[in-house]
């Protein structure tokens, strides 16, 4: 079994005490910017509504029996700042009486009445290089938000990672934040720049030279008991070739003055824990393991937690032998000093592109024998619910390491074993077998072997092949893949209340194929580093990828193709799990199928939820794509209400409530569009 490594879990222990005590004592408790869970309807302080990601309001306006009375009563078209229909990734918060948002590929902050969806103010950063050449450029997800004596501040990171504080009522930067930024328009107050905090080379304008590596930021920050925490992101590990980069170290900084606190090295240098982990000194010139996950936290307890990526680069990992610390982990960092409470990792020396994709989720349960347990869960692309107590680290139920397949890639040297969850059982397919392959027909189901026999098919952690391997064999199957399971489009939402957490997930798999990496930097051309990975990604995709596919186009494997699954985290059991969506045209009117009843496959893509006190809300479409908005009932899973949508919801629904309405907001695309009850209807129509 893995346990979680800790440091000093008595002490901490006591000193969780000792805060309670303060807590319910005295008036000396460290301050709380916004509650650990979202108690009052009237705002959403993060982009998971609250410290603890749980997409969940105690709005309660919207029932039932209403549902279907739900109109558009406003829409904001970011097309103005370029937010166009493939980046609608930011879920706003309802701060002080505005909605707050990032969009487009510069990142611009914007404030929105919330009744009228109209412009109330917008904060551009000034362009620089480093502002042009970022590979996430269009991501943001939302932002941070804290207080400063008494006023509402909004924090964000820019593609050219910069660290922005601004007023949430003006979008004026704050004074005496950060230090000047030595470049022509930007702000003389208000910014913190980034990259001055991580010890590389780099240029103010052009940032760090890509030969050297890449860094840039794809979520907002943290701001707990007046500190902001910063994540990071990276190159794209699919697109990579290359074995030099720089680590995702997460930095800190004071919430009033900007000023440097700390600094957490995701690969630890020598004499820090885990760095025997990494061999054949990869720690020096490698790197990755960013938090492009948004954070969460326990004010109360003074704990940030970190999910984290892979190592530099995905599907080969020959050049940096050992278990890779902390990549594909769980970091619990203490807020005020950024020294490491506990750890799990959930993948050992990753190379199957199973990133942690969502922010981690807490709740109080209340578990049979052990009563009120405080807890954390992180989803997952293997379709597991990773679930531990979030102040020691234990795991909730056992986490057991078991063998997994080895490597036959030259230079390849995996772990033996990797962590297994024993319960919550896995909210969708893992590994790929004979048993899972479509056999709606006799005929499809020969089909399907015959073309299986090209790929490797087997459990979960089933590794990459490489071109010309023995076996003479066309790719592996990884199953989920990399897009499957569980996905940072449709985070995981959960009733504080109840202790349910329920999960949107899709089966979908990837073929993992390598070629020489020269050949595969001539297919994805690399932006980082120097030196060529002797084995690199070569599964092409597009016109002329080769994924085992059926004459008919159907999928190769059973549906549901994708699901809701709802898990009481009390006792760790399933409750209930629905398709989403309904069975596409191309599929239930394919003529592979003609006279047989194959029910309900769902939709096939990931659909994003929002929890409210009186149902589950989520987006999802019809067998035509017509988007639907569906209500659902928490405790059954049964339909409970269903209405057209003005188009499908991207990456998160919100919902609050405003001058006494509820309101939900869907992402549609590069829009946002509010839909309320009637009586909700405010004056300013369509804003621009």
């Known amino acids: ?33 916004i509650p650990l869970f979202n108690t009052e309807p009237d705002e959403w302080y993060t982009l998971g509504g609250d410290y603890a990601h749980t997409r969940f309001t105690p709005a309660d306006e919207i029932t039932a029996d209403n549902f279907a009375d739900l109109e558009v009563v406003w829409e904001w078209d970011g097309a103005s700042f370029n937010s166009i229909s493939s980046n609608g990734r930011s879920t706003p918060s309802l701060i002080d009486g505005k909605l707050i948002t990032v969009a487009g590929d510069k990142r611009y902050v914007i404030a929105i009445d919330p009744k009228t969806g109209e412009t109330l103010w917008t904060y551009r950063e000034p362009d620089t290089g480093r502002s042009k050449n970022s590979m996430r450029s269009e991501y943001g997800k939302g932002v941070g938000f804290g207080e400063v004596d008494g006023r509402g501040v909004i924090y964000i990171i820019s593609p050219a990672f910069f660290l922005t504080a601004l007023d949430v009522q003006t ?6 934040f950060g230090r000047p930024v030595p470049i022509n328009g930007f702000p003389k107050t208000g910014v913190v720049d980034l990259l001055a905090d991580l010890g590389h080379p780099y240029d103010p304008y052009d940032g760090i030279p890509l030969e050297i590596g890449y860094i840039t930021s794809s979520s907002p920050p943290i701001v707990v008991n007046d500190t902001v925490i910063v994540g990071n992101s990276a190159e794209h590990g699919y697109h990579q070739k290359r074995i030099e980069n720089v680590p995702g170290d997460i930095l800190a900084y004071d919430a009033r003055t900007g000023a440097f606190k700390w600094r957490f090295n995701v690969i630890p240098k020598p004499g820090e824990y885990g760095h025997e982990t990494w061999e054949n000194d990869a720690w020096q010139w490698t790197g990755d393991v960013s938090s492009w996950a948004p954070l969460s936290a326990d004010p109360v307890n003074n704990l940030v937690y970190i999910p984290t ?64 347990v405080p807890a954390v869960m992180q989803v997952s692309k293997q379709a597991w619910v990773y679930a531990f107590n979030r102040v020691t680290g234990e795991p909730l139920w056992p986490i057991v390491d078991r063998p997994v397949p080895p490597s036959i890639v030259p230079g390849e040297v995996l772990s033996p074993t990797q962590p297994h969850v024993t319960k919550p059982a896995a909210f969708d397919m893992q590994g790929i077998t004979e048993d899972d392959l479509i056999d709606f027909t006799p005929a ?57 957490l329920y999960v949107s997930s899709t089966t979908r798999c990837f073929t993992l194929r390598l070629v020489a990496g020269e050949e595969s930097e001539l297919l994805f051309p690399s932006l980082t580093g120097t030196t060529i990975a002797r084995y690199a990604n070569g599964a092409l ?37 629905i398709p989403t969506g309904e069975t596409p045209d191309r599929i239930k009117n394919n003529p592979a199928l003609e006279g047989v009843d194959i029910g309900n496959t769902g939709a096939g893509v990931l659909v994003p939820m929002l929890a409210t006190k009186t149902m589950l809300i989520y987006s999802g479409q019809a067998s ?65």
């Open 309 to 372: 990526n892979s190592a530099t680069l995905d599907y080969y990992g020959g050049f940096r032998p050992g278990d890779n610390l902390y990549g594909a982990s769980l970091i619990a960092l203490d807020v005020e000093t950024g020294e490491r409470a506990w750890h799990f990792q959930m993948v050992k020396h990753e190379i199957w592109n199973y990133d942690n994709p969502t922010a981690p989720v807490l709740l109080d349960l209340n578990m049979p024998g052990r009563g009120v």
């Open 1 to 33: 079994m893995q346990t979680p490594n800790t440091n000093k879990i008595a002490g901490k222990m006591v000193s969780v005490l000792l805060a309670a005590i303060l807590l319910t004592c005295s008036g000396l408790a460290v301050a709380q910017d």
């Open 541 to 577: 995709r597009g016109p002329q990828a080769r994924p085992p596919r059926l004459a008919s186009g159907l999928p190769i494997w059973k549906p549901p193709y994708s699901r809701i699954t709802a898990i009481d985290m009390n006792s760790g059991e399933h409750v209930w799990m």
């Open 624 to 688: 035509d794509g017509t988007p639907i908005l569906y209500a659902i009932d928490k405790t059954t899973g049964d339909t409970i209400g269903e209405i057209e949508a003005p188009a499908r919801s991207f990456y998160g629904i919100s919902s609050w409530v405003y001058d006494g309405h509820q309101y939900l907001i869907l992402q549609t695309g590069g829009k946002l569009t509010a839909m309320a009850l009637p009586a909700a209807r405010g004056e300013g129509g369509k804003a621009h």
């Open 171 to 176: 979008g004026v930067p704050l004074e005496g």
């Open 444 to 500: 499809l189901r020969a089909e399907a072997l015959e073309v299986m026999e090209d790929y490797v098919m087997g459990p979960l952690f089933t590794p990459p092949i490489h071109a010309d391997n023995p076996m003479g064999k066309y790719a592996a199957m990884n199953c989920p893949g990399g897009g499957g399971g569980a996905n940072i489009d449709a985070p995981p939402v959960a009733d504080p209340a109840t202790g349910m």
